[in-house]
């Protein structure tokens, strides 16, 4: 019986050892790369984020936004962009709030990049969505914090 206890006690004193080992591993691999993605904010590279939107924000412009919208984002991101989509549950994923105010921080050059580029699980949508469109959906999104503020008041 002793035997016993002992060999399940000097186990677990190796699985502790094990797991500091590997804690460590990760902190030393990791880098610079593992402080960037510990500031945990999705950030676009400077040049991107400088474009200028050639879209003007007109009704029809946020229209046609709002069409391929409702077509492709809102399982994640929501209807009115809380984050409340379908896929949310389903898939145990946590989306960008697009309604949340400090999207007006971001400028549309940031948001049409993200858009293109995806960062998992969100879809790369560079190839799938025309770049008109997706300076349409960059004029729409913007509109959903307004929406928020609106209804809230
Ligand atoms: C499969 C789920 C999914 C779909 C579909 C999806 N997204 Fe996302 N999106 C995410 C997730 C998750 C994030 C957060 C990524 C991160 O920061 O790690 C995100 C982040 C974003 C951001 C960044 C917001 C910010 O403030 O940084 C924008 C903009 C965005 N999505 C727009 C869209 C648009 C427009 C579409 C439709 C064309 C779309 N997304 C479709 C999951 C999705």
């Given at each position: 019986?002793?035997?016993?206890?002992?060999?399940?006690?000097?186990?677990?004193?190796?699985?502790?050892?094990?797991?500091?080992?590997?804690?460590?591993?990760?902190?030393?691999?990791?880098?610079?790369?593992?402080?960037?993605?510990?500031?945990?904010?999705?950030?676009?590279?400077?040049?991107?984020?400088?474009?200028?939107?050639?879209?003007?924000?007109?009704?029809?412009?946020?229209?046609?936004?709002?069409?391929?919208?409702?077509?492709?984002?809102?399982?994640?991101?929501?209807?009115?962009?809380?984050?409340?989509?379908?896929?949310?549950?389903?898939?145990?994923?946590?989306?960008?709030?697009?309604?949340?105010?400090q999207l007006a921080t971001e400028s549309d050059g940031a948001l049409f990049w993200k858009?293109?580029?995806?960062?998992?699980?969100?879809?790369?949508?560079?190839?799938?969505?025309?770049?008109?469109?997706?300076?349409?959906?960059?004029?729409?999104?913007?509109?959903?914090?307004?929406?928020?503020?609106?209804?809230?008041?």
């Amino acid at each position: 019986m002793s035997i016993r206890r002992t060999l399940i006690e000097i186990s677990q004193v190796v699985l502790q050892a094990l797991c500091a080992l590997a804690v460590l591993t990760l902190v030393y691999s990791g880098g610079s790369a593992q402080a960037d993605s510990m500031s945990g904010k999705w950030l676009s590279p400077a040049p991107s984020a400088a474009r200028k939107n050639p879209i003007a924000p007109t009704q029809e412009s946020i229209a046609a936004g709002q069409k391929i919208y409702s077509k492709t984002c809102t399982m994640c991101h929501g209807n009115s962009g809380d984050a409340d989509g379908p896929a949310v549950i389903e898939l145990n994923i946590h989306p960008a709030k697009l309604s949340d105010p400090q999207l007006a921080t971001e400028s549309d050059g940031a948001l049409f990049w993200k858009i293109t580029t995806g960062k998992k699980p969100m879809p790369a949508f560079g190839k799938r969505i025309s770049e008109t469109d997706r300076w349409h959906l960059v004029n729409y999104i913007r509109t959903l914090p307004k929406r928020e503020a609106a209804i809230s008041r």
